[in-house]
């Protein structure tokens, strides 16, 4: 079925070092991925995206890769901060139009000082 | 920076009412879309609107549910009589034409007593 999962529910870091967040997705038709940042109280804030023609796209701080054989999708994000403390989930879309964005549970990230 | 802004932040509602939430999108965006979390749960697609028209809705939006764009700013998703259930965060969220980027609003948490 189409589903996008995440492997890890919390993930705690210490400020400064890197992060990595895994997604998992089932659906080989989709072609649009993006990483959201939602923090306490607070709507799902936009990261960064990647399409399926592409295997690695950089932000500031931030890269998301996309691995389609095994259909894994991960955000590293480089020097952790304490501001980045938050629930990250990673989303997907199919057709390359606008529609739904199908979300994964989210994997909460904590940032020791 | 422009942002999405919803209203109001909370409401509270007894079962069988009926509720309106309300969302302004960005202005040059002609994509709308709701989605709801539910209390520790992932974001859930509900329905995308375009043209003054339903793009695409999910098995959630039911006939209890319906969307308008009353004038040129605004657009609102009505409950016609909510249940229990409905209780959740609902986000609208607005995209560019020919994007794919969804930028959500804060959120409205309605609570169905």
């Known amino acids: 079925g189409e589903s996008v999962g995440l492997h890890l529910p919390t993930l705690s870091v210490q400020e400064g070092d890197n992060s990595i967040i895994n997604c998992a997705y089932s659906?080989?038709?989709?072609?649009?991925f993006i990483w959201y940042k939602q923090e306490s109280g607070k709507g799902p804030q936009f990261i960064i995206d990647?399409?399926?023609?592409?295997d690695k796209r950089q932000g500031q701080r931030v890269t998301v890769l996309l691995n389609k054989t095994v259909k894994h999708l991960s955000l590293q994000i480089a020097a952790t901060q304490p501001g980045d403390s938050a629930v990250y989930f990673c989303?997907?879309?199919?057709?390359?139009?606008?529609?739904?964005?199908?979300f994964g549970k989210g994997t909460k990230l904590s940032v020791k000082p | 920076e422009p942002e999405v802004t919803q209203t109001p932040s909370h409401q509270v509602t007894q079962m069988g009412q009926e509720v309106i939430l309300r969302c302004v999108p960005i202005s040059n965006h002609l994509y709308f879309y709701w989605y709801r979390q539910i209390l520790g749960q992932k974001v859930e697609f509900l329905v995308s609107?375009?043209?003054?028209?339903?793009?695409?809705k999910s098995e959630i939006f039911d006939d209890q549910f319906s969307v308008e764009r009353p004038d040129g700013s605004n657009f609102t998703l009505k409950i016609r009589s909510t249940k229990l259930e409905d209780s959740a965060m609902y986000f609208c969220a607005s995209s560019e034409p020919l994007r794919d980027e969804q930028f959500f609003g804060p959120g409205t948490r309605l609570t169905v007593l």
């Open positions: 609107f375009y043209n003054n028209e339903i793009s695409e």
């Open positions: 990647i399409r399926s023609n592409m």
């Open positions: 659906n080989s038709a989709s072609d649009y």
């Open positions: 989303a997907e879309a199919y057709g390359g139009s606008q529609g739904n964005l199908i």
